[in-house]
């Protein structure tokens, strides 16, 4: 006799292949809906058990047994408890409703056990659905009741006991049930897979929204870094070169109003260059300086207290040199809360003649900056895989800044970035101030 293969296992999250699965609490339709695999597992269950009843009926009729009418009609009877059972909602959501049908068809069974031996040929398919039906242990259980059943209808009936009795029934039980266990693992290792699989899609769109988000930000920035550091600077040196020449010529000199008309034009294109400036600068610096912004960042940190202090004369800093000591501060004060385990933390703005300065120091665990990857109990210059420390550095080197990181195991974290300013910027804010 062929087995069927078995349904889905007991208690899986997968679309019930067979009457009485318990599906999961209101999953998606698609997850509802059968596979081919299942539906061809289902139909192979049901044309088995009507098969092996078939089959009993047939050679009861065709032998002449005296039992013959009984036969049949137990045949008739388990075919009509089956059907109920298959088309019976409450046996699909519920198992209880799933173990009172199988009680049910249990009985039905035995009394076709009563009037004929051919009956322990069904306890086969009986194996799977007790096992589908029923929790895992109670469905072990039910199998071995049902092979000593099976095996108690063949003694009474042949009444010699021979090694087969026992090994058929017993056996037929110990190969549904190593199926059943199988086909359960396989089917988890397959949901296991199809979740890692969602995840790995789920983490891809995800990273690529974050890198469209972070080119979106880094053209920003370079957009406005060039306007800043080219047209805007430009008509700067444009507005200051027709004051200069204003002044140089004579009241009264023809060329007077041209210049002035000029200046004008200039004047009026620098506004419009800053004003695109502002629109490409992020958002923490649109609203004041860069001082105010860093204020504010430490205003919004959760855990440690942090506190921000300006030293030296503030002066207006090209929009590059803004958005790196801002970008600097963020992932600083971001690893002092996620690693460093600070109490206090402070972060100091310096304005010097030829450069500016950022320091970032906070009174956590400290890390070995030699170890190029500081751990969980970094500072505020480690970062989640190390890349923290290395991105801090880029973005000042990238102005040629100078980038230093102080720390040990137990003594905090002091980390301080040095931006030179550039010369034509120095000269620039040398002119206005001297107007």
């Not at 979106?216 to 507005?239: K, M, N, V, Y």
Request: aromatic share 6%; net charge neutral.
């Amino acid at each position: 006799m062929t087995a069927a293969a078995p349904p889905a296992p007991p208690g899986a999250c997968a679309p019930p292949a067979l009457p009485g699965a318990c599906a999961p609490p209101a999953p998606p339709a698609a997850a509802r809906s059968l596979t081919p695999v299942s539906k061809v597992l289902k139909l192979c269950l049901h044309a088995l058990f009507l098969g092996l009843l078939a089959l009993s009926a047939g050679r009861a009729v065709a032998d002449a047994a005296p039992r013959a009418g009984w036969v049949v009609a137990a045949c008739a009877l388990l075919v009509a408890v089956y059907a109920a059972g298959v088309r019976a909602p409450a046996v699909h959501r519920s198992q209880r409703a799933g173990a009172l049908w199988l009680a049910g068809l249990g009985a039905a069974w035995a009394g076709l056990l009563a009037v004929s031996p051919d009956g322990l040929w069904t306890a086969f398919p009986l194996y799977f659905l007790e096992l589908h039906l029923l929790r895992l242990r109670w469905g072990v259980a039910a199998v071995a009741v049902t092979a000593c059943a099976a095996i108690g209808g063949f003694l009474a009936h042949s009444g010699a006991v021979t090694p087969g009795a026992f090994l058929g029934p017993l056996l037929g039980g110990a190969v549904a049930v190593a199926t059943v266990l199988g086909y359960q693992a396989l089917y988890r290792e397959s949901e296991h897979r199809r979740e890692l699989i969602e995840e790995l899609i789920t983490t891809r769109a995800e990273l690529a929204a974050a890198e469209r988000g972070a080119g979106i930000l880094a053209e920003r920035e370079r957009l406005a870094r060039e306007i800043h550091d080219t047209l805007a600077q430009g008509l700067s040196s444009i507005q200051l070169l027709l004051r200069a020449a204003e002044r140089a010529l004579p009241e009264g000199a023809p060329a007077l109003p041209h210049i002035a008309r000029a200046r004008e034009a200039a004047q009026d294109n620098l506004a419009e260059a800053r004003r695109f400036v502002r629109a490409l600068t992020p958002p923490d610096l649109e609203h004041g300086s860069l001082a105010a912004a860093l204020e504010r960042l430490c205003a919004a940190v959760p855990g440690p207290r942090v506190r921000f202090s300006l030293s030296g004369r503030p002066r207006v800093l090209p929009t590059p040199y803004e958005v790196a000591l801002l970008r600097i501060a963020q992932s600083a004060l971001a690893n002092v809360v996620r690693h460093a385990r600070a109490g206090r933390a402070e972060i100091t703005l310096t304005f010097m003649d030829a450069s500016v300065t950022l320091d970032v120091v906070d009174d956590g665990d400290g890390f070995d900056p030699s170890s190029g990857a500081p751990g969980p109990g970094g500072g505020s210059g480690s970062a989640d895989g190390g890349f923290g420390l290395p991105a801090m550095r880029s973005r000042a080197e990238t102005l040629g800044g100078l980038f230093t990181v102080e720390s040990g195991p137990g003594q905090g974290t002091a980390v301080a970035v040095t931006l030179p300013l550039p010369l034509e910027h120095l000269e620039y804010t040398e002119a206005v101030e001297a107007l």
